[in-house]
């Protein structure tokens, strides 16, 4: 964690989830399950108008008529829904069930299991004995874990804390310590670790009443990505689009992720919004950083604030073997520690590596190129489909696989993100004049759950009446709420909780001339409207 003022904003930002019906623990009358969460009234709303947005940005609301600042000309865009469970072929070609996994890592005495890369430790000595100290945090918390896990082990109080000798700072077990020298997090001594082991993080599952037979066995699919790939042929045979275009697809997604944390940030069952964009090889490198910019955009025109938001390209040694760019969008949570940043979006440029696994088999790199893995008897590991997946280009009449960028998003890890930076504690003056200190979400108004409450000022004297009718004019145009419980300063406060950007009150002078106040939930700023006008108003704010 960014330490205690961090930790504390990331505390409140999940209690006001909670209270508010933003994001609840999935069963939570069971105590919950661990890596599952639910969206409650206000989440989904969240999560849904995260997700149209997206959808109208990128598919609906694209002019392929035009070119697009930066891109290398206009190009199109569709859209697909697949299934979760696909072909259990599709994930051997694809390379997911021999490469999708995570290493892990038992404690023989506590019974944790722990990411084997999460693990990180530095050396604590005292008087001639040496221990190489481990924690799953990072950053301060990191170092505070492994002080006082240190202190516990050499049996000191407090005030000797500062005879322990720490040699260096955090760093990973792997290639500093071994697992006799180390001391577990939960374990009281070292050597309780056993040897890593590869765990696949597709979930299983079975097809079809014939339980325990190998091969009704299938995956839920751990991204959308190869239901896209899959359909490529559909897709070009049903529809208009030529080269280049893009496909579009939101959906759940499952990881059995080793240690789920961090609230909804590394969940095992979670929504992505993926686009696969097909281009000649030529133009794939203009493409890629058209899409980096693109999709980077994206989140500051939602009003991501832009000192948090990062945009990192990957090291040569990090690539993966098919890839020949990628850039990561990451944002500062306040859960990670000072200079830490979490993924939100990856943009990938895939070559085409996808295309052709589908069409000859899982592919692997043998030298410079990429070439069908064959097992000890010289058959493809994992025979692909058989079917052509290359394009004719009838204009220039050339035939070839199209390579594919990939701008892969999170819709949980936006709605987290857009949920942590909305978070603002300031103070304001109540009704009366005194300051009080109030919580809000500045949510973007195309974000924000409720568009607009409309509140009668006093729930007598045809206050209520009017505020009923105001609150049908508006209905049919956009999510609004009506409230008329509480003093207004209460109902201002429930409002400003819940990220709603504007309030209409009907009050006394509303009565005489049929106007009403439009009240601003971040300058504060209230305006006579004319009740009339009000769907106007509120709309001319929205676009
Ligand atoms: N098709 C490429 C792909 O799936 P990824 O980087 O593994 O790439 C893309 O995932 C995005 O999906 C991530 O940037 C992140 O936003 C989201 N994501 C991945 N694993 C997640 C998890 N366990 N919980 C929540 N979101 C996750």
Not at 118 to 125: D, F, K
Not at 290 to 300: G, M, N, P, T
Request: charged fraction near 30%; aromatic fraction near 10%; hydrophobic fraction near 35%.
């Amino acid at each position: 964690m960014t330490g205690s003022a961090d930790q504390s904003r990331m505390d409140a930002i999940v209690s006001l989830a909670k209270r508010r019906g933003f994001i609840f623990p999935s069963s939570e009358i069971y105590g919950g399950l661990n890596g599952f969460w639910d969206y409650g009234p206000l989440g989904v709303e969240l999560k849904r108008n995260l997700k149209n947005a997206w959808w109208h940005d990128m598919v609906t609301g694209h002019d392929e008529l035009a070119t697009p600042s930066g891109a290398p000309g206009p190009y199109e865009m569709t859209g697909l829904d697949c299934t979760i469970i696909m072909h259990p072929q599709a994930w051997r070609c694809s390379g997911h069930f021999d490469l999708f996994h995570d290493w892990l890592i038992d404690c023989r005495e506590s019974k944790r299991r722990y990411r084997y890369d999460h693990l990180l430790g530095r050396w604590a000595g005292y008087r001639g004995r040496r221990v190489f100290v481990l924690t799953d945090a990072s950053g301060e918390e990191g170092l505070t874990a492994t002080a006082a896990k240190a202190q516990k082990f050499f049996g000191l109080r407090a005030k000797q804390a500062g005879e322990i000798e720490w040699e260096g700072d955090l760093v990973p077990l792997a290639g500093h310590a071994s697992r006799e020298e180390a001391l577990a997090p939960e374990a009281s001594e070292p050597g309780t670790l056993t040897e890593p082991r590869e765990f696949n993080l597709m979930f299983e599952t079975r097809v079809g009443a014939v339980a325990g037979e190998a091969d009704n066995r299938a995956f839920l699919r751990p991204e959308t990505a190869q239901g896209i790939f899959v359909n490529f042929k559909n897709v070009l045979d049903t529809s208009r689009v030529r080269v280049p275009f893009g496909i579009a697809q939101i959906g759940k997604s499952f990881r059995n992720e080793i240690t789920p944390r961090n609230f909804t940030f590394r969940s095992r069952e979670f929504e992505q919004m993926e686009i696969e964009f097909f281009c000649r090889p030529a133009d794939s490198q203009a493409w890629y950083r058209y899409w980096r910019d693109r999709r980077w955009r994206w989140y500051l025109e939602l009003g991501l604030s832009e000192g948090r938001l990062q945009l990192r390209e990957h090291e040569a040694d990090e690539l993966s073997h098919y890839s020949c760019g990628t850039a990561d969008i990451e944002y500062a949570f306040p859960f990670l520690a000072e200079g830490e940043f979490g993924e939100l979006e990856g943009i990938a440029h895939r070559g085409d590596f996808d295309l052709r696994s589908h069409m000859e088999g899982k592919l692997v790199r043998s030298g410079g190129e990429l070439v069908v893995e064959t097992d000890e008897t010289g058959k493809p590991r994992h025979r692909g489909s058989g079917r052509d997946l290359s394009y004719f280009d009838d204009v220039s009449r050339e035939r070839f696989v199209p390579h594919v960028i990939e701008p892969s998003a999170g819709a949980d890890r936006a709605a987290l993100a857009f949920l942590c930076d909305a978070y603002t504690e300031d103070e304001v003056p109540d009704e009366h004049g005194k300051p009080r200190r109030r919580t809000l979400l500045k949510l973007h108004p195309r974000l924000a759950p409720v568009k607009v409450a409309v509140l009668p000022l006093v729930k007598k004297d045809g206050m209520p009446e009017m505020a009923t009718e105001l609150y049908r004019l508006l209905k049919p145009h956009m999510a609004c709420q009506y409230d008329e419980k509480g003093s207004v300063g209460r109902r201002y406060a429930r409002q400003d909780e819940a990220g709603t950007p504007f309030c209409l009150t009907v009050d006394g002078a509303s009565l005489g001339d049929r106007t009403v106040t439009l009240r601003d939930r971040d300058s504060l700023e209230q305006v006579r409207v004319p009740l009339e006008e009000a769907v106007d108003r509120i709309r001319e704010r929205l676009a």
